[in-house]
Nanobody, 121 residues
Framework: QLQESGGGRVQPGGRLSLSCRGS???????VGWFRQALGKDREFVAA????????YYSDSVQDRFFISRDIEKNTFDLLMVKLRPEDTAVYYC?????????????????WGQGTQVTVSS
């Protein structure tokens, strides 16, 4: 139901943009992004209310990552700037039917297949 695009390799301090396309997103409360580094648990990155547009972020990406959505196109994006090596991970887009600013993976019921982001010199 969700399909990511973007990702790749970038040097520290660089920027990348991820995009996610979905169907029936109008039935969801929130859409967002998670990431999973090698050997670590999947962690929340950012999310946005599909209808209201309010967004929230993890502390580690606040003021560096920016989430947006396009209701007409059924897409949502994650712009990542000032990237750091510790941002290296597989990034997943997700959609949630939970209406209370969900941050846990179990709160999201639709997932993309993941896209690799590597920050390295």
């Amino acid at each position: 139901q969700l399909q990511e695009s973007g990702g790749g390799r970038v040097q520290p301090g660089g920027r990348l943009s991820l995009s996610c396309r979905g169907s029936n997103l109008h039935n969801k409360w929130f859409v967002g992004w998670f990431r999973q580094a090698l050997g670590k648990d999947r962690e929340f990155v950012a999310a946005i209310s599909w209808i209201g547009g309010g967004s929230y972020y993890s502390d580690s990406v606040q003021d560096r990552f920016f989430i947006s959505r396009d209701i007409e196109k059924n897409t949502f994006d994650l712009l990542m700037v000032k990237l750091r090596p510790e941002d290296t991970a597989v990034y997943y887009c997700a959609a949630s039917s939970v209406g209370d600013y969900p941050r846990l993976p179990n709160d999201y019921d639709s997932w993309g297949q993941g896209t690799q982001v590597t920050v390295s010199s």
